[in-house]
């Protein structure tokens, strides 16, 4: 695998594992900040399902970090694209479902890794 390939699952890891630190624990803090156009008495009742939503990210980063050790390229390779279409595709919803920013942040690096991985 391409060293930037590496290095873009590397910081495609970091932020689901942020995202995993932001619904799971700091949804009601920092949730109203970067959300503003939810209603603030939202985030109490909906903390349970960012938590949840936080998880499903922490595996997503799991996933990911796991590429690192996996010693056969072809396997390495295959559980990259795997997760990296799992990002992909739970962006591409994401943006038409709550923000089209998540198109940027999330759907669009995974993508550019995936056409990486396939040059």
């Not at 960012?50 to 996996?70: D, E, K, M, P, S």
């Amino acid at each position: 695998m391409p060293l930037a390939a590496h290095i873009l699952i590397g910081v495609i890891a970091f932020l689901h594992l942020y995202f995993l630190y932001f619904e799971m624990f700091a949804w009601t803090t920092k949730g109203p900040k970067v959300f503003r156009g939810f209603p603030k008495d939202l985030f109490p009742k909906t903390k349970a399902m960012a938590a949840n939503q936080g998880l499903y990210n922490g595996f997503l980063a799991a996933g990911l970090i796991w590429t690192f050790f996996i010693e056969n390229l072809a396997w390495q390779q295959n559980v990259a694209v795997f997760f990296l279409s799992c990002v992909a595709i739970a962006g591409i919803y994401g943006a038409f479902s709550v923000s089209k920013k998540i198109l940027f942040i999330q759907s669009i690096p995974a993508i550019v890794v995936l056409v990486l991985l396939h040059l």
